[in-house]
């Protein structure tokens, strides 16, 4: 059994990760950078240690310094939470040769699912749809314009090692081609230290559905329905909803059952998510795994009662995973709205520094999860998310309203935020009328002025 776990994150995820903890009777142990000294996470666990100086490569990308951590507080098991080593496969497997419990897939799925190309070629095996395109690396501009022609434009060119959008660039016809290509290698050496790069048809105006799954360590998968996430901005996720106003029934369960497949496929275990891109026809296509736990997971927790957190914990110890598929039960629609300190006004820049006074708001169907309170500072050195609204309610129009009164009384002073962002868009017709696609953000932008925002 799992009696103390060191939770290797911090903001609000290292927050949540405590709250599973308390309820199993499991003791924590935060670790912290000297930035987040002042920080809750630091506040709410047993015990903490700090793990050094601010920027995050000192830090909280440290393996070394957090299984240090781990061994002089004596620790079961760590939780990486997302972003910093969550997907780190070198980092699972060192946690394994400490001794410690890594909370999260096998290291083999982390680095299977982490190389785009081999993840495609995966799901291939597994009978699972992709977007029309490369086999696997393309190794020549020649190559990668001949299959271009041939699949047809548009097409897009990405990244092996991408994810984020980076080293990724849409093709529109055979004369652009060269010049994009060697754009879209050069980015990709820049970003992730490899060039290599593959090609797919653009799938114009997508949907971005994501399928959350569990695995336990003895062969069972289940899924718990999908979140709709796609209201991003720059590949920045800012709303998600579950389930997705846009998918039926019978594709609800096509694709919940070809997202299981694809994770028995590879044995996988613990919390993951299938991302697909759908287009206008509801033709659905894998586009990557995540192995780990997800920001948006909470929407899926509130419409299907089942804390995922807990359920990572008590895989990893070894439990059977004591859900079946027939009895996961989807009756209630949940709303994220991401509060960022960002001015949405001067192009989202962020807004680090201190909160001179925060309230959050509550009430029936309303679920804050934040690390912020009145006095702290936010860093300038990591994401500048300041908490996340979570709404939900019997139907849609429920969830929306009481996400549009639930960020009317939210107070954070002294940093400019996303709220009023994200309350316009809860009263925008579009929105409302379930129409958002991947381009959604760019459009609403457009033809809503800032001043128009409270009004709406
Ligand atoms: C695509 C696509 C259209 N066609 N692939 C963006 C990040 C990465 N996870 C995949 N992305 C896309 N891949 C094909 N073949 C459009 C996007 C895309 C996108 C996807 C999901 C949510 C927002 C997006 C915004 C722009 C582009």
Redesign the pocket.
């Known amino acids: 059994m799992i009696k103390k776990i060191l939770i290797a994150n911090r903001g609000e995820i290292a927050l949540r990760i405590v709250r599973a903890c308390r309820e199993l009777g499991i003791k924590t142990v935060a670790v912290y950078s000297q930035a987040d000294e002042q920080s809750l996470h630091v506040q709410l666990a047993d015990e903490s240690v700090c793990i050094g100086p601010a920027p995050s490569k000192d830090s909280y990308l440290r393996p070394d310094r957090i299984i240090s951590a781990a061994e002089i507080t004596n620790v079961d098991a760590i939780h990486p939470g997302y972003g910093f080593l969550s997907e780190n496969a070198r980092f699972a497997e060192q946690c394994e040769a400490a001794n410690i419990k890594f909370i999260g897939p096998r290291a083999e799925s982390i680095r299977l699912m982490g190389d785009k190309a081999q993840a495609r070629r995966t799901a291939i095996a597994a009978k699972v749809p992709v977007?029309p395109?490369s086999d696997g690396v393309i190794e020549s501009e020649s190559e990668a314009l001949k299959l271009a022609k041939k699949i047809g434009f548009p097409v897009?060119i990405?990244a092996t090692a991408?994810?984020?959008?980076k080293g990724?660039r849409?093709v529109y016809n055979a004369v652009a081609f060269a010049r994009e290509y060697d754009a879209a290698r050069a980015e990709a050496e820049k970003a992730f230290g490899n060039g290599s790069v593959y090609v797919?048809?653009?799938?114009?105006e997508?949907r971005?559905i994501e399928f959350q799954i569990l695995g336990d360590q003895h062969g069972k998968v289940i899924h718990l329905g999908e979140r709709d996430?796609?209201i991003?901005r720059r590949?920045q996720k800012l709303i998600e909803e579950a389930p997705s106003p846009f998918l039926t029934k019978k594709l609800r369960e096509q694709m919940g059952k070809t997202a299981v497949r694809l994770a028995e496929s590879i044995g996988f275990q613990n919390a993951g998510t299938l991302?697909f891109?759908v287009d206008k026809n509801g033709n659905y296509?894998f586009?990557?795994m995540n192995t780990r736990i997800q920001v948006e997971h909470a929407i899926t927790e509130e419409i299907t009662d089942v804390d995922l957190v807990k359920y990572q914990i008590l895989i990893a110890s070894g439990q059977h995973l004591d859900l079946e598929q027939k009895n996961i039960q989807i009756t209630r629609h949940a709303i994220e709205c991401r509060i960022n300190a960002e001015d949405p006004s001067r192009n989202f820049a962020p807004c680090p520094g201190a909160i001179s006074l925060y309230y959050a708001p509550g009430g029936h169907g309303v679920r804050i999860d934040s690390h912020c309170y009145s006095g702290y500072s936010i860093p300038p050195n990591y994401d500048s998310m300041i908490g996340k609204v979570i709404t939900y309610g019997r139907s849609r129009e429920v969830a929306m309203d009481r996400m549009y009164r639930a960020l009317s009384e939210y107070i954070v002073r002294g940093v400019a935020t996303t709220i009023p962002f994200s309350r316009a868009i809860m009263r925008d017709p579009v929105f409302r009328a379930s129409g958002a696609t991947?381009?959604y953000v760019e459009e609403f932008m457009g033809r809503t002025p800032k001043e128009a925002w409270a009004t709406l």
């Open positions: 977007v395109g897009i990405k991408g994810g984020g959008g990724m849409v797919e048809k653009y799938i114009e997508p971005h996430c796609s991003q590949h991302e891109l296509y586009m990557e991947t381009r």
